[in-house]
């Protein structure tokens, strides 16, 4: 989603396909509108966190999303563009039902945990969580 890329329309792209309907999303839980939540968090990492935070918070509330919203943290660390706040991010992770065994899922933690806020910005600190986490 280029659009969520470009700093000059990912505040406006967000909030009208998923931001300004996420309080609906949880709410309702119609099958279109979790669809549409699922797939926007995930391609979410390069929107500004000022930007995502409340919709996170918001998605967070509703374990359906969890998943979903888990990929758009991961995203945000990893995109070009991606951007978090890693103990807000953290605090958010921490309130996410996944499984156990979800991949990257503890090499996601150990970078927040460490204060990382994108991959690009602190090269080598994935390549540490792995080690550290195998």
């Given at each position: 989603?280029?659009?969520?890329?470009?700093?000059?329309?990912?505040?406006?792209?967000?909030?009208?396909?998923?931001?300004?309907?996420?309080?609906?999303?949880?709410?309702?839980?119609?099958?279109?509108?979790l669809?549409?939540?699922?797939?926007?968090?995930?391609?979410?990492?390069p929107?500004?966190?000022?930007?995502?935070e409340?919709?996170?918070?918001?998605?967070?509330?509703?374990?359906?999303?969890?998943?979903?919203?888990f990929?758009?943290l991961?995203?945000?660390?990893?995109?070009?563009?991606?951007?978090?706040?890693?103990?807000?991010?953290?605090?958010?992770?921490?309130?996410?039902?996944?499984?156990?065994?979800?991949?990257?899922?503890?090499?996601?933690?150990?970078?927040?945990?460490?204060?990382?806020?994108?991959?690009?910005?602190?090269?080598?600190?994935?390549?540490?969580?792995?080690?550290?986490?195998?």
């Open positions: 989603m280029d659009w969520f890329e470009d700093q000059a329309t990912s505040a406006m792209a967000f909030a009208e396909v998923l931001g300004n309907d996420i309080d609906r999303a949880v709410t309702e839980r119609s099958e279109v509108l669809r549409r939540a699922c797939r926007v968090l995930e391609c979410s990492g929107v500004r966190w000022t930007v995502k409340a919709t996170y918070r918001t998605a967070v509330r509703l374990p359906a999303l969890h998943p979903a919203l990929r758009g991961l995203t945000s660390f990893h995109d070009l563009y991606g951007d978090l706040e890693p103990a807000a991010a953290l605090a958010l992770l921490g309130q996410l039902e996944l499984p156990a065994h979800t991949r990257h899922l503890a090499e996601l933690r150990h970078v927040l945990v460490a204060g990382h806020k994108n991959h690009y910005g602190s090269v080598g600190a994935w390549d540490d969580a792995v080690r550290s986490c195998a």
